[in-house]
């Protein structure tokens, strides 16, 4: 089995240098490589104060290799799992991205600080709720949050911050005496006449529901359903007027005012940017925000017309489109074409598709990045099609090198409680254990009781998860599946710097980089080591956040000359950072990739160091 792992170890490396030097690229390997070296512990990407936190007491110390290594030492998946040992402890490094929505509880800088060292990666501002003066300070605080970590640890943490759109929708009238609290009971089997006419827009009854979506009567047919309060209530269509629709109530239930409405497997022609959206979009502009999850984009048309609002001050703004429905679904691929990312909103879906469904693939191969967002999927799909969904999607952005997120009530309990229930952290882990570059929290963070205990706890079920990924199976996988592609010099410098840190043992990957491709290349191919991308541009950093396994490191000194001395100082630079966080050490081997010549593009040379007590080799 050694022989033939060293054979196609090396018939693998013959394939790659080849095809690099037909693009003029330089890959060299260093003799004092030794492919099957062994190092101590893997550390955290973000180091945290928690890092030194292992296995919980409850453990007694056994002498089990550690990050699952005797697992890694298995030739079939089942004897992989078989091996895969509780009393193994983690990698002290943890790979996965964690975004946080930021809310009441968790706006303070002493707060975000505090999630910061905890794990946060992306900060979430979610404009479905609150003022652009509120935002704006929560915006300010994050900032201020992340010079905090700075002048604490010596280290930017790039923390990225994102804009979630309200985006159109549609919602009931008041409810007539509303004072507030004012709830009315709609009794499955009831008719109901759901009208347009404004008359009725603050004396909603239980007879007499209204909404605000003027051409419901002209895109609504018999038979299809109308759900309302995400999905609590379901109304099915029997007769449409022109400005109305007489209805039987199939789901009964409390009713209160302004509550949201979706129409599933019916086409729209609601705005894909409301005027809020215009207002929230141009102010994200103003704030320098690094992307933006646009909510309920249709078709390609809607993500043109973010960018369009955003306009020239925003061009660098990455544009993230839910996708929420099932017009959306169906044009995806148009919607993918012209986008920056994608975002699964598995909330809304939930009642488009079913529940069970939701881990089903969504055929494309141009994907960018992806966001798995299971509440709003949970209403456009049935609720037990969501898991299919989820592990398709996350598949195929990993096939396609794609990062994803997966969200929604992951550790839900602990808006209230202090420990997430078992079903909460096989949650999380799973998402892990499928793919998914980052996790996030909602409710957890913005409203709950415990913000960074939340963070704490995601951080250390994600790391332990990560331990028990097979990630040179799943390197293999990845090459079988892409075949005889013809790689070009950057993504095979990228994916024969990945072999190397598998066989060498690396301790970590440090790429030089302009606008971020590189990295984001190498993490496709799942390194066991952290990726340390150093570049000079802050929002090409923060933006990073997405990708697993990348530690993005901000390059604030000046350039030198001559050129290669500024690539040994940046090289110092996160080699230094890895020193003195201990997860690079004296004897460690290093993956360095560097260019040819200055700016993007031109990543074509791989080194491997070893790492000297003063310096490297």
């Not at 091996?83 to 983690?90: A, E, P």
């Not at 239930?253 to 729209?268: A, E, F, H, I, V």
């Not at 020239?312 to 099932?326: A, L």
């Not at 991308?533 to 030198?560: C, H, K, N, W």
């Amino acid at each position: 089995m050694l022989y033939r792992r060293s054979y196609a170890f090396l018939q693998f490396s013959r394939i790659f240098v080849g095809r690099a030097s037909r693009h003029n690229s330089f890959v060299k390997l260093c003799p004092c490589v030794k492919c099957f070296f062994s190092t101590g512990r893997l550390k955290m990407v973000w180091v945290t104060e928690h890092d030194a936190e292992q296995a919980s007491s409850i453990l007694e110390p056994m002498d089990i290799p550690a990050a699952q290594r005797k697992a890694a030492a298995a030739t079939t998946s089942i004897d992989y799992k078989g091996n895969l040992d509780i009393y193994s402890k983690s990698s002290r490094m943890r790979l996965s991205g964690i975004v946080c929505t930021i809310g009441p509880v968790s706006r303070a800088p002493e707060t975000l600080l505090e999630l910061i060292e905890n794990g946060m990666n992306v900060a979430r501002m979610n404009f479905s709720h609150g003022s652009h003066e509120y935002h704006g300070g929560t915006i300010a605080n994050c900032r201020e949050a992340a010079k905090m970590y700075k002048e604490k640890h010596g280290v930017d943490p790039c923390l990225a911050i994102a804009l979630d759109t309200k985006g159109p929708e549609i919602r009931t009238g008041l409810l007539e005496g509303d004072d507030g609290r004012k709830e009315l009971e709609l009794k499955a089997g009831a008719t109901i006449k759901i009208t347009t006419n404004d008359e009725y827009k603050e004396k909603c009854t239980e007879d007499v529901l209204w909404l605000d979506y003027k051409n419901i009567t002209k895109v609504l047919t018999p038979g299809k359903r109308i759900y309302i309060d995400d999905g609590l209530i379901s109304v099915l269509a029997t007769e449409i007027g022109d400005d109305f629709v007489m209805g039987k109530v199939e789901n009964g239930g409390n009713l209160g005012s302004r509550k949201g409405c979706n129409l599933p497997g019916t086409d729209t022609d609601l705005p894909a940017v409301s005027e809020k959206d215009k207002s929230d979009l141009l102010f994200g502009v103003e704030q320098g925000v690094d992307m933006v999850f646009a909510s309920f984009i249709r078709d390609a048309d809607g993500v043109r017309q973010v960018r369009e609002v955003l306009g020239e001050k925003g061009k660098h703004i990455q544009i993230v489109p839910k996708i929420e429905n099932q017009q959306g679904v169906k044009n995806l691929d148009e919607i993918i074409a012209c986008s920056e990312g994608l975002m699964v909103a598995r909330g809304d879906m939930g009642i488009e598709i079913p529940t069970e469904k939701v881990f089903l693939p969504i055929h494309d191969n141009n994907i960018i990045s992806i966001y798995l967002f299971r509440g709003d999927m949970g209403i456009e799909i049935p609720t037990e099609k969501v898991f299919i969904a989820q592990k398709a999607m996350i598949a195929k952005c990993n096939r396609a090198g794609v990062p994803i997120i997966c969200a929604t009530q992951m550790l839900e309990s602990m808006v209230k409680k202090p420990r997430p229930t078992r079903a909460e952290a096989s949650d999380v882990a799973n998402a892990v254990l499928d793919g998914s570059d980052c996790v996030m929290l909602s409710g957890e963070t913005a409203k709950g009781d415990y913000p960074a205990v939340c963070v704490r706890t995601m951080a250390k079920i994600a790391r332990e998860a990560e331990a028990c990924v097979w990630n040179e199976r799943f390197f293999e996988d990845l090459m079988r599946a892409e075949g005889n592609h013809d790689y070009d010099h950057t993504c095979t410098t990228a994916i024969s710097s990945v072999l190397a840190s598998y066989k060498c043992r690396a301790s970590a990957i440090i790429v030089l980089t302009t606008s971020g491709k590189t990295a984001h290349i190498v993490s496709k191919y799942r390194p066991l080591c952290p990726i340390l991308a150093v570049t000079r541009f802050p929002q090409i950093a923060r933006q990073m956040q997405l990708f697993r396994g990348i530690t993005p490191m901000l390059y604030e000194s000046d350039r030198v000359d001559p050129w290669i001395a500024d690539i040994d100082a940046r090289v110092q630079f996160a080699v230094d950072f890895g020193k003195k966080n201990k997860f690079i050490h004296a004897g460690d081997n290093v993956i360095v990739i560097t260019g040819w010549k200055q700016g993007a593009g031109s990543s074509n040379t791989m080194r491997i160091l070893n790492v000297k007590y003063h310096g490297m080799a």
